[in-house]
Structures are given as structure tokens and as C-alpha cells.
């Protein structure tokens, strides 16, 4: 690979990023672990948000979940914002090589290789979705990099050439930024490509095949009733999830499972079982999908209204949306909200 034309392409065209050249191996960390799943566009404003509102790792390490999660909300992948703080909370002062980020909690090989090389010119190559991508169509390689002996042989095929690199860090960050603004999965622009020269897939024509896609896999759908229940006060009635697994710790709205919509008359014996009380009135507002990595989950909203004041266990919560962290599907079920505000108010 010619690296010397690799590095000088991202010196002269590297986009400007709040993380980048920034001194702190925390703030290069909290970027590192967004931008796992994530696009850089997405990221830039979670982190200068993050960085405001915990600007180092041990005032992170003193923050309540409730308070990691709110800043997280939206960013999905939860249980990264978890590890974050419960690494954090381990820590004494932060590691200085690759073997000590790999053992904190929500660190993988890779998101070690690129704190160690852009904050300690540590020689360990990134391999993630935009660098399998370009190296893919660089040697026509048809390997599943969705398997993580794949992804180690590919890290073993860049090493020899993160060691020319003047700078480790600027090495991955350059192929990072090749995949992500260059090499794009749909049509690679690849006049605009420093490797152009020696791309395999450029000179055979044949990028669209690169890396070779593999069939997906039909995901299931689950689906539930779920309450929107306002107080006189403007609150609603949120639920939090369990602290460990999917979404955990997250507010929703109160649900309970099912195969299908209800009739009004169905979803109110639900909600009275769940809730302990008859809805005075429970009306459809709505159905929204959200789709997850490894299911579809479809939520049918109801206005309910009750008659008498609610007993609220500990997880259960008015309140108005701003102030909790909230699961992405339940924000977009609120947007049924407004004019439940007049036709569900708790009677007094
Ligand atoms: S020449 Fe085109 S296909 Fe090859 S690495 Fe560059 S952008 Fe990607």
C-alpha cells in the first residue's frame, strides 16, 4: 500500500472533528465509543454535549446512570453509555497502553487500537466497517468480516503497513476517513482515491461487488400495547426498563406484550391488569415500528384515561419527557401525545 500518498490525501482533507488532535485520551475515548455503529455526523454533537456535561473521567465516574443515559439518548447501542460509566467507576487513572484499554468494560480490540495509536502512536491497526470496506476492494478480498477471525487476518495484513507510518494514529484514522467519505459502499468516488493506482476492484471494475454481501437474515417482530397516560400536570406515565439487557435502564411507556392490535375493549383489560385499576377510557391513538439490529419491534398506542388516582410502584413515573431518558420508540410514540393531553386527564 502506498502509504506516504494515504497519509498526505488525509492530512490535506481530513474533516475538522471536536475529538480530533484533542489532547485528552478520555475525550478520544468517549468519541471512540460512540462512533462504534454510529456515523461521525451523528456523533459530533452526543460528544461535545457528553464533554460539556462530563468534561473529565472522574466527574463521568461520579454521575448517576439516569444522567449518563438522558446525555445518551437518541445514540442507541445502550449498553456502550453503560460500560462507559461502570469503566469509569474502575478506574484509578487512565491506561496507557493497549493491554490496559482492553481490559476495561465496552472496549474491543479495535476500539483499543485506535486510543493506543492516536493518543500513544501504539503500531495496532483499526479494522472496522470503512477499513474492511476499502481493503476489501483494494485486494478483492471476498472474506465475511462480520466474523472476527476475518477481521484479526485483516489487522494482520495492515500491520506491516501502520509500522511505515510516520504516525500510527493518523494511519488509521486515514483509512477510517477513506472508507467513511471515499470509498462510499454505494459508488466509490474513487477519481478523488489516494490508492487508486493499486486498487484491484478499481482496475477489474468490479467495486459494487466488494465487500461481498451476505444475505440478511429475516429478523422477527414483537409487538406490544402500550398506555399514554397524561396527568393534569402535562406528565406522562413512563415505565423504567431493567438495569441489565437491552435498553436497560431506559423509560418507556407502560406495556404489555402481544401478537396483535387490540380492540379498545382488550387493550383496557391489559392495561387494568397491568396498571391494577379500569381505565375510565382507553382509546387507539397510533402504531409505530422501531427496528432494532436483531428485531422489529412495533408498539400499538392507546390513550388511557383512569378515574382515580394510580398506586405507582417503583418503576413507574409521571413525569414530562425531558427529564427522563427515554427509549427512541417511545419518542416517537409521544408524537401521539398531544391531544391526549384534553382526552385522558386523571379524573381528581
Ligand atoms: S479506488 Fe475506489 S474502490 Fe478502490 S479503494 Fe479507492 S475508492 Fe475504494
Not at 33 to 43: A, C, G, S, Y
Not at 82 to 98: I, T, V
Amino acid at each position: 500500500m502506498n502509504v506516504a500518498a494515504l497519509l498526505s490525501w488525509y492530512r490535506a482533507n481530513r474533516r475538522s472533528m471536536p475529538w480530533r488532535d484533542h489532547p485528552d485520551p478520555y475525550a478520544v475515548w468517549v468519541s471512540e465509543i460512540m462512533l462504534q455503529q454510529t456515523r461521525i455526523e451523528t456523533v459530533r454533537h452526543y460528544f461535545t454535549r457528553f464533554l460539556e456535561r462530563f468534561p473529565t473521567w472522574q466527574e463521568l465516574a461520579r454521575a448517576p446512570l439516569q444522567d449518563v443515559l438522558k446525555m445518551w439518548e437518541g445514540l442507541g447501542y445502550y449498553s456502550r453509555a453503560r460500560n462507559l460509566l461502570k469503566a469509569a467507576q474502575s478506574l484509578r487513572e487512565l491506561p496507557d497502553s493497549l493491554e490496559g484499554w482492553r481490559e476495561l468494560p465496552g472496549v474491543g480490540p479495535y476500539t483499543a487500537a485506535a486510543i493506543a495509536s492516536v493518543c500513544y502512536g501504539v503500531c495496532a491497526p483499526v479494522v472496522d466497517g470503512n477499513v474492511s470496506r476499502v481493503m476489501a476492494r483494494l485486494d478483492c478480498l471476498s472474506d465475511d468480516f462480520s466474523q472476527i477471525g476475518n477481521r484479526n487476518k485483516l489487522a494482520e495484513r495492515l500491520q506491516p503497513w501502520i509500522e511505515k507510518a510516520d504516525s500510527p494514529g493518523d494511519f488509521n484514522q486515514a483509512m477510517m476517513e477513506l472508507g467513511e467519505t471515499v470509498c462510499l459502499p454505494q459508488t466509490p468516488l474513487c477519481d478523488a482515491c489516494p490508492l487508486c493506482a493499486e486498487c484491484k476492484a478499481k482496475k477489474r471494475k468490479r467495486q459494487s461487488e466488494f465487500p461481498v454481501r451476505r444475505e440478511k437474515k429475516q429478523i422477527p417482530l414483537r409487538q406490544v400495547l402500550a398506555s399514554l397516560m397524561v396527568n393534569d400536570k402535562g406528565e406522562y406515565l413512563f415505565t423504567r426498563r431493567p438495569e441489565e439487557g437491552l435498553l436497560g435502564g431506559l423509560w418507556e411507556l407502560p406495556n404489555v406484550p402481544t401478537t396483535r392490535k387490540a380492540s379498545n375493549q382488550e387493550a383496557a383489560q391489559r392495561f387494568a391488569e397491568l396498571l391494577g385499576t379500569t381505565p375510565r377510557e382507553t382509546r387507539y391513538a397510533g402504531t409505530v415500528t422501531h427496528v432494532f439490529t436483531h428485531f422489529r419491534q412495533r408498539l400499538h398506542i392507546y390513550r388511557v384515561a383512569v378515574s382515580r388516582d394510580l398506586t405507582l410502584g417503583r418503576n413507574y413515573r409521571f413525569a414530562v419527557p425531558s427529564k427522563l431518558p427515554l427509549t427512541t420508540a417511545t419518542r416517537k410514540a409521544l408524537r401521539l401525545g398531544p391531544s391526549a393531553r384534553q382526552s385522558a386527564r386523571q379524573e381528581s
